[in-house]
């Protein structure tokens, strides 16, 4: 009788990489989407403003001297601009969430979303770049802002990259009864102690 294949997730022990991502995730989720990015639709004017409940003051003021020092895009705040960021609340702010609990838990659902999210972010920053390269709102510090914006840049190639087994980015398919010593990575005479 053949033994019935099942899948058993691979430790976050085995998957490194996944820990980059995983802090990726909860810087944006934290600083990014739901402090940087809500100032700027919370406030229209960085030039005429009072200080708004979230987020606080101090970064607030940190965004404000970003863009006086390095990135006017920031500052000048377009309609395009604002719907990116939009985008970033509404549409990644939950990805960050999904993608934090399926990552810590080996779910394969993951992998269309992450895929999903990799395309739109790098959409958003190559058009962010274009303008902070040769629109009317280019930065002064052009390479302090592309250094800036390139974890926006690897971290989708890299989950792109790292999706590539979908549908199952982190599970192995396994015979019935058998353990995580058999994974890959692990011999079958290793013991977990």
């Given at each position: 009788?053949?033994?019935?294949?099942?899948?058993?997730?691979?430790?976050?022990?085995?998957?490194?990489?996944?820990?980059?991502?995983?802090?990726?995730?909860?810087?944006?989720?934290?600083?990014?989407?739901?402090?940087?990015?809500?100032?700027?639709?919370?406030?229209?004017?960085?030039?005429?403003?009072?200080?708004?409940?979230?987020?606080?003051?101090?970064?607030?003021?940190?965004?404000h001297?970003?863009?006086?020092?390095?990135?006017?895009?920031?500052?000048?705040?377009?309609?395009?601009?604002?719907?990116?960021?939009a985008?970033?609340?509404?549409?990644?702010?939950?990805?960050?969430?999904?993608?934090?609990?399926?990552f810590?838990?080996?779910?394969?659902?993951?992998?269309?979303?992450?895929?999903?999210?990799?395309?739109?972010?790098?959409?958003?920053?190559?058009?962010?770049?274009?303008?902070?390269?040769?629109?009317?709102?280019?930065?002064?510090?052009?390479?302090?802002?592309?250094?800036?914006?390139?974890?926006w840049?690897?971290?989708?190639?890299?989950?792109?990259?790292?999706?590539?087994?979908?549908?199952?980015?982190?599970?192995?398919?396994?015979?019935?009864?058998?353990t995580?010593?058999?994974?890959?990575?692990?011999?079958?005479?290793?013991?977990?102690?």
């Open positions: 009788m053949r033994n019935p294949l099942t899948r058993q997730a691979i430790p976050l022990a085995q998957r490194p990489g996944d820990l980059v991502l995983i802090a990726f995730f909860v810087v944006n989720l934290v600083v990014i989407t739901y402090m940087v990015d809500i100032e700027q639709l919370i406030i229209a004017n960085p030039a005429r403003f009072s200080y708004p409940l979230w987020p606080p003051p101090f970064m607030v003021d940190a965004v001297w970003w863009g006086r020092s390095f990135d006017p895009l920031l500052l000048a705040r377009p309609v395009w601009w604002k719907m990116t960021i985008v970033d609340s509404v549409l990644f702010g939950p990805y960050y969430v999904a993608a934090l609990y399926a810590l838990r080996a779910r394969d659902w993951i992998w269309l979303p992450s895929l999903v999210y990799s395309g739109l972010m790098l959409a958003n920053v190559t058009i962010i770049l274009g303008e902070e390269t040769w629109g009317p709102y280019r930065s002064p510090q052009l390479g302090i802002v592309f250094l800036a914006n390139l974890p840049i690897l971290a989708p190639l890299y989950l792109i990259y790292r999706m590539r087994t979908a549908p199952h980015p982190f599970t192995v398919a396994t015979s019935a009864g058998a995580q010593a058999t994974l890959p990575g692990r011999h079958p005479h290793e013991i977990d102690g």
